[in-house]
Nanobody, 127 residues
């Protein structure tokens, strides 16, 4: 049974940083690509970042490039999203997700490409 559990969200002032974690169980990183998505109040869920099965390829939505970094720790079976220079528009619930259908170096950006989802962690950035 695949399970993803996010943590690390919270309230932070604009310009601050947070690191989100997603502990994974029931899957092998080399077989699954991983992604982070977010959903702001009243808006649709949107892609934030992805990491390929290989662990060597990343992708980011334009609004977070240069500020966010996705990574993984294979030994801890954990995915991270380091978020720096946070802005109020980064506010939302952040979800991690896994996909078994991606190619080894692929970084899917659509939610429908992902099979399993965590419950989400709230990030609030105050101005």
């Amino acid at each position: 049974q695949v399970q993803l559990v996010e943590s690390g969200g919270g309230l932070v002032q604009a310009g601050g940083s947070l690191r989100l974690s997603c502990v994974v169980s029931g899957l092998t990183f080399s077989s699954y690509g991983m992604g982070w998505f977010r959903q702001a109040p009243g808006k649709e869920r949107e892609f934030v970042a992805a990491l390929s099965r290989s662990g060597t390829t990343t992708a980011y939505t334009d609004s977070v490039k240069g500020r966010f970094t996705i990574s993984r720790d294979v030994a801890k079976i954990t995915i991270y999203l380091q978020m720096n220079s946070l802005k109020p528009e980064d506010t939302g619930i952040y979800f991690c997700a896994s996909t078994s259908s991606a190619y080894y170096y692929e970084t899917p950006r659509t939610g429908t490409s992902y099979d399993y989802w965590g419950q989400g962690t709230q990030v609030t950035v105050s101005s």
